[in-house]
């Protein structure tokens, strides 16, 4: 169980790790973007700003329902829990009452 955790922190350090790098890379491409943009004038730069503008919104709409999405699989599996555990102890309290008067 220990083992999986720290499995699972070390996978989660990885993925920040190579997030940061692919912002990194974005960042420096948005920024060639605008400075080939404002070789070509005024307009072009407030679009390629634009456009750039509109990636980033869709990025963090796109990033925000990835973290409902995990949150609900984690809520999910806790009610799943819960409701095994719960059939479990029906089932126990069922078979100690037939153990209890000795019903067959």
Not at 62 to 73: D, G, H, S
Not at 77 to 102: G, S
Request: glycine fraction near 0%; aromatic fraction near 2%.
């Amino acid at each position: 169980m220990e083992a999986e955790r720290e499995r699972e922190a070390c996978q989660k350090a990885d993925d920040k790790k190579a997030e940061r790098e692919q912002e990194a890379c974005q960042k420096a491409d948005d920024r060639k973007a605008i400075a080939d943009a404002k070789l070509q004038g005024k307009e072009a730069m407030v679009a390629a700003r634009a456009h750039i503008a509109q990636e980033h919104a869709a990025a963090s709409q796109a990033k925000k329902v990835e973290k409902l999405r995990i949150a609900a699989e984690c809520q999910a599996e806790k009610v799943r829990i819960a409701a095994e555990h719960k059939a479990r102890q029906v089932e126990k309290r069922v078979c100690d009452v037939f153990l209890l008067f000795d019903v067959h």
